[in-house]
């Protein structure tokens, strides 16, 4: 009686940390049995992560990308995208990384050239760029 009335007030903290005492390695060989504690850690709570937009993106050019005249004829053209898509999983197979902002060596370019799949998911995208009506050859406007 008096026990269960012990036990009652303890804190799952405090219980929690002496069964996690009492279960350590060597109980079993002097008890003579294997322990019925289980080593179990304390509860614990993390802080709860919100999905946010990446701090590093220019809202003002996302903007005039979005509204500029060759991103709504590629996004009006599902094989563009689609070659587009496929254009980007061929560098990444060759290795080429663009997402840090480096352009790639020479050494990667000449690499590129001699791939045979890169090449023919260049010239899809060269394809679908122009059935999209979007002008590959023009120069870049200020």
Same mark, same amino acid.
């Given at each position: ?34 322990? $019925?504690?289980? +080593? %179990? ?7 709860? %992560? ?15 990308? $979005? ?64 059935? +999209? ?6 120069? +870049?406007?200020?």
């Amino acid at each position: 009686m008096f026990f269960s009335r012990t036990v009652s007030k303890l804190s799952p903290a405090f219980v929690a940390r002496t069964c996690t005492r009492v279960a350590q390695p060597g109980v079993s060989q002097i008890l003579g049995r294997p322990s $019925t504690f289980a +080593a %179990r850690a304390t509860f614990s709570t993390s802080y709860r %992560r919100l999905a946010k937009e990446s701090p590093n993106i220019n809202q003002k050019a996302l903007d005039a990308l $979005t509204q500029s005249s060759v991103y709504q004829k590629i996004a009006s053209n599902p094989e563009a995208i689609v070659a587009l898509q496929e254009f980007g999983e061929a560098l990444k197979k060759s290795g080429v990384d663009l997402s840090s902002g480096k352009p790639p060596s020479f050494g990667q370019m000449s690499k590129l050239l001699m791939n045979s799949e890169f090449r023919q998911a260049s010239q899809k995208l060269v394809e679908s760029m122009q059935a +999209a009506g979007v002008d590959l050859t023009g120069k +870049a406007r200020p």
